[in-house]
């Protein structure tokens, strides 16, 4: 499986953005989808992640600096998992990556090793 995240920019706080993660390869009928970031001289650390089947959402999960300002969705139809980020913060800079967990019966974790398949990473920045 090969991911692509795309929709990263530069906004002003305050402003949105919505990532796109699209999946290609062979058909996958139940996994997890997150989204990681890492800003720079920081580690890597878990945003929010989506369990699906072939038809719908199962469950999200998001990390607590979220504070309900961001909604990860995903279009069966496109096999596109999406983060939509509202109110961001400069604090919120960093590179973005989707990655997927394809075993079937995992739940969500927020723990980058068991992610099997990672996107290239998109840049997001939140000026002040």
């Known amino acids: 499986v090969q991911l692509q995240a795309s929709g990263g920019g530069l906004v002003q706080a305050g402003g949105s953005l919505r990532l796109s993660c699209a999946a290609s390869?062979?058909?996958?009928?139940?996994?997890?989808t997150a989204w990681f970031r890492q800003a720079p001289g920081r580690e890597r650390e878990f945003v929010s992640a989506?369990?699906?089947?072939?038809?719908?959402?199962?469950?999200?999960n998001y990390a607590d600096f979220v504070e309900g300002r961001f909604t990860i969705s995903r279009d069966p139809a496109k096999n596109t998992v999406y983060l939509q980020m509202n109110n961001l913060k400069p604090e919120d800079t960093a590179v973005y990556y989707c990655?997927?967990?394809?075993?079937?019966?995992?739940?969500?974790?927020?723990?980058?090793?068991?992610?099997?398949?990672w996107g290239q990473g998109t840049q997001v920045t939140v000026s002040s």
């Open positions: 990655a997927l967990d394809r075993n079937p019966t995992s739940p969500i974790r927020s723990t980058e090793g068991v992610y099997d398949s």
């Open positions: 989506i369990k699906w089947n072939w038809k719908a959402a199962i469950s999200t």
């Open positions: 390869g062979p058909t996958i009928i139940r996994a997890v």
